[in-house]
T-cell receptor, first 111, second 116 residues
Framework: EDQVTQSPEALRLQEGESSSLNCSYT??????LFWYRQDPGKGPEFLFT???AGEEKEKERLKATLTKKESFLHITAPKPEDSATYLC????????????FGEGTQLTVNP | NAGVTQTPKFRILKIGQSMTLQCTQD?????MYWYRQDPGMGLKLIYY???????DKGEVPNGYNVSRSTTEDFPLRLELAAPSQTSVYFC???????????????FGNGTRLTVT
């Protein structure tokens, strides 16, 4: 069974204080790992897809990295508008298009 | 493009009542999904469809039904509402799988359902 565990559950940062969110996964053949951002009262919004260990992707203050067992979402010099819940999901080779989601990390960035 | 549109945004049901959650997408995506999100529990797949006329169960299908008569629409039916179905429901869509490319899911903004 595919499993995704995210840590920490919640993270409070001061504006400009860089940090990382973790996504550990167990999957029978990884087709892809996805990161989403979710604002309160909204649906998840796609950020990145990573396909293989060693791959990195960047978007503004966010950088996602991937190893064979986990992914990190690095947030550099965050701003209050980066406050959201960040979701990680995996797609297994045997699961077609279906995703297995982690429980998310709720990030709060204080000004 | 409106993307994925869900209606209603909010609904309160009494135990035993029935309702249909509507979902429509205008991106011509073949794949559509229904997820529920409970606090601290992540998103759980209820049902999904790979094209018109084809549906399949996800992780938590009990108490729900779906149909897919068109590419655009994928309604979710609750026949006998129970308190355990209190949740936020998200509909999503994606393109068909292509070699070397994983189409991300595009989500609607959800329906918040309370069953009392």
């Amino acid at each position: 069974e595919d499993q995704v565990t995210q840590s920490p559950e919640a993270l409070r940062l001061q504006e400009g204080e860089s940090s990382s969110l973790n996504c550990s996964y167990t999957v029978s053949g990884l087709r892809g790992l996805f990161w989403y951002r979710q604002d309160p009262g909204k649906g998840p919004e796609f950020l990145f897809t990573l396909y293989s260990a060693g791959e990195e992707k960047e978007k503004e203050r966010l950088k996602a990295t991937l190893t064979k067992k986990e992914s990190f979402l690095h947030i550099t010099a965050p701003k209050p508008e980066d406050s959201a819940t960040y979701l990680c999901a995996v797609q297994a080779e045997t699961s077609g298009s279906r995703l297995t989601f982690g429980e998310g990390t709720q990030l709060t960035v204080n000004p | 493009n409106a993307g994925v549109t869900q209606t209603p945004k909010f609904r309160i049901l009494k135990i035993g009542q029935s309702m249909t959650l509507q979902c429509t997408q205008d991106m011509n995506h073949n794949y559509m999904y229904w997820y529920r999100q409970d606090p601290g529990m992540g998103l759980k797949l209820i049902y999904y469809s790979v094209g018109a006329g084809i549906t399949d169960k996800g992780e938590v299908p009990n108490g729900y039904n779906v149909s897919r008569s068109t590419t655009e629409d994928f309604p979710l039916r609750l026949e006998l509402a129970a308190p355990s179905q209190t949740s936020v429901y998200f509909c999503a869509s994606s393109r068909a799988i292509q070699v070397g490319y994983n189409s991300p899911l595009h989500f609607g903004n959800g329906t918040r359902l309370t069953v009392t």
